[in-house]
T-cell receptor, first 111, second 115 residues
């Protein structure tokens, strides 16, 4: 089992709709979870961090964490063409406190 | 600009040559990380520093790779005798705390092409 798993996509969502991105992780001891956005040819940019079970909202973005299911998601409301990018899920590995990245999900917002 | 900076942004080199990349972290950030990213993959951890101490080096890093952070500020990553398989984006990130689980802020990256 991979440490951080994401569907590679592409995920196509109409403009204005909600985009839902999912991530599962294998380390039950993980405490910190991050979502990064990466445009083609650019470096990752932090969007959200979440540390507790439940939802965390920031503008159009909502991160959801369920530690029992080892699942973290990112919702993007009112999707815009500028949201088209690769979204990386990152999780800290408890045994050595290192952050492990998934391969990312490519999101395409259809105008 | 007070973000993480990297230099150069692009490097094209011939196989067998040595290359050195520089990273300037956000001021007063204790931790500095180097990652490598290839197309379609997430960033892969290479090594990290807490202040000037190199605390861990990935098994991905062969003996041809070396990194330093001599004064606990900027860092350099050197690749000796480059190979075509070294072609990738090399990312630097810094983190403000002594805990590895804290947020990391990435620089723009150095894209290496080995011919």
């Amino acid at each position: 089992q991979k440490e951080v798993e994401q569907n590679s996509g592409p995920l196509s969502v109409p403009e204005g709709a909600i985009a839902s991105l999912n991530c599962t992780y294998s380390d039950r001891g993980s405490q910190s979870f991050f979502w990064y956005r990466q445009y083609s040819g650019k470096s990752p940019e932090l969007i959200m961090s979440i540390y507790s079970n439940g939802d965390k909202e920031d503008g159009r973005f909502t991160a959801q964490l369920n530690k029992a299911s080892q699942y973290v998601s990112l919702l993007i409301r009112d999707s815009q063409p500028s949201d088209s990018a690769t979204y990386l899920c990152a999780v800290n590995r408890n045994r050595d406190d290192k952050i492990i990245f998934g391969k990312g999900t490519r999101l395409h917002i259809l105008p | 600009d007070t973000g993480v900076s990297q230099d150069p942004r692009h490097k094209i080199t011939k196989r067998g040559q040595n290359v050195t990349f520089r990273c300037d972290p956000i001021s007063e950030h204790n931790r500095l990380y180097w990652y490598r990213q290839t197309l379609g993959q997430g960033p892969e951890f290479l090594t990290y520093f807490q202040n000037e101490a190199q605390l861990e080096k990935s098994r991905l890093l062969s003996d041809r790779f070396s990194a330093e952070r001599p004064k606990g500020s900027f860092s350099t990553l050197e690749i000796q005798r480059t190979e075509q398989g070294d072609s990738a984006m090399y990312l630097c990130a810094s983190s403000p705390s002594l805990a590895g689980a804290d947020t990391q802020y990435f620089g723009p990256g150095t894209r290496l092409t080995v011919l």
